[in-house]
């Protein structure tokens, strides 16, 4: 096994290299290349994790986001966050997420808690 530590972006560059050679042809099951493989995709996702973090969406982003993606309408939230105008409330920023609404949205929705619980990033009015 040819591992190493990545410590740096010319590790890095080199245990892709090294990964790119190693996955062309896919390597046999159970082989001692396909063990190096894997050895180096999780040290590779570590150093990229550390590296390179991804911040929290903010939860009213997301909430649009899956709306869009969904097709969904205002009418749509009504039963996980009350009435129109509250929607509109909580989507101009105007009105925070309740602890109520955040379950709902991720029990009905499948958001992810921790995208719901994240601190807006812009400022409330």
């Known amino acids: ?3 190493f530590p990545i410590r740096n972006d010319c590790d890095h560059r080199r245990a892709l290299d090294r990964f790119s050679s190693l996955a062309d042809p896919e390597p046999e099951p159970g082989s001692a290349q396909e063990a190096t493989l894997e050895a180096l995709a999780i040290l590779i996702d570590a150093y990229e994790r ?3 973090p991804l911040e929290q969406p903010d939860p009213i982003d ?3 986001f899956a709306m869009d993606q969904r097709g969904l309408t205002v009418s749509d939230l009504v039963p996980f966050i009350g009435q129109p105008n509250r929607v509109y409330e909580v989507l101009s920023g105007k009105r925070g ?6 379950r709902r949205l991720h029990r009905g929705l499948g958001i992810p808690l921790e995208v719901l619980i994240a601190e807006p990033k812009r400022a409330s009015v």
């Open 1 to 3: 096994m040819d591992l």
């Open 50 to 52: 550390k590296r390179y």
């Open 62 to 64: 997301y909430l649009k």
């Open 97 to 102: 997420l309740s602890i109520q609404m955040i």
